[in-house]
């Protein structure tokens, strides 16, 4: 073995820790947001020290989290192109369910306090592309317009969450659910709803409104 090949396999080796570290952090976060280090240690199969070896602590573990989850979300924004601001919207909405698993932990970290702040930095781009989706959508009076677009944006982003946080996402109407409320959030009656639904099939599912998961009942109190 030479001497260039060897640092180069060491730091493909220590990629590839890196990453399963990572999709480790994902299931342990998506099971339990709180989950400690020992607890995502052992999920990757390895000890304390040796994750510290890639991490220098919890924080720079979940900072890595969200930033490769924040990369794909904000790729796929950038991909969405349709001209009618309603299709747009549901398109969006659809494939950034496509990743689910990696959708449910970005919302467990960001409803974290300690990580809202660096989740919202690391998703300014598609935060950037909502907000000119529904200010196009307002000006071409697809979408409501009885409220400012940072507000109607802000809102919709805040419906996508609720839905993401309360809904299984390996149901099949996932999908439904998340287009049919944000779509519900930017203006349009559920008839309208499903007449676009009908004519881009490919958007997603038709929703069924049991698969929403209960309101623990502490957090639906007045």
């Known amino acids: 073995m030479t001497e260039t090949t060897a640092p180069r396999r060491q730091r493909r080796d220590a990629s590839a820790n ?14 339990d947001p709180h989950a400690s280090v020992d607890q995502i240690a052992r999920a990757a199969g390895l000890s304390r020290r040796a994750l510290y070896g890639h991490f220098d602590d919890r924080t720079a573990l979940v900072q890595a989290l969200v930033s490769a989850g924040a990369a794909r979300f904000n790729a ?57 989706l529904v200010r196009r959508g307002q000006e071409e009076g697809e979408l409501r317009q009885d409220m400012t677009a940072p507000t109607l944006a802000r809102l919709i982003e805040e419906s996508a969450r609720t839905v993401v946080t309360r809904t299984d996402a390996s149901s099949p109407v996932a999908a439904g ?26 958007l997603s599912a038709t929703a069924a409104p049991d698969t929403l998961a209960p309101i623990p009942a502490e957090e639906g109190r007045a």
Do not use: F, K, M, N
């Open 177 to 202: 659910i998340a287009v049919r409320a944000v779509l519900s959030i930017a203006g349009l009656g559920w008839r309208e709803i499903d007449a676009l639904l009908a004519a881009h099939p490919g």
């Open 76 to 132: 796929i924004a950038e991909r969405v192109d349709d001209a009618d601001s309603r299709i747009a919207l549901a398109r969006l909405t659809a494939d950034l369910w496509r990743e689910a698993a990696h959708v449910q932990v970005a919302a467990a970290i960001a409803l974290d306090e300690a990580h809202v702040e660096e989740t919202a930095a690391a998703l300014a781009p598609l935060r950037r592309v909502l907000a000119a």
């Open 18 to 31: 890196r990453a399963g570290i990572l999709a480790a952090a994902s299931q342990a976060l998506a099971a």
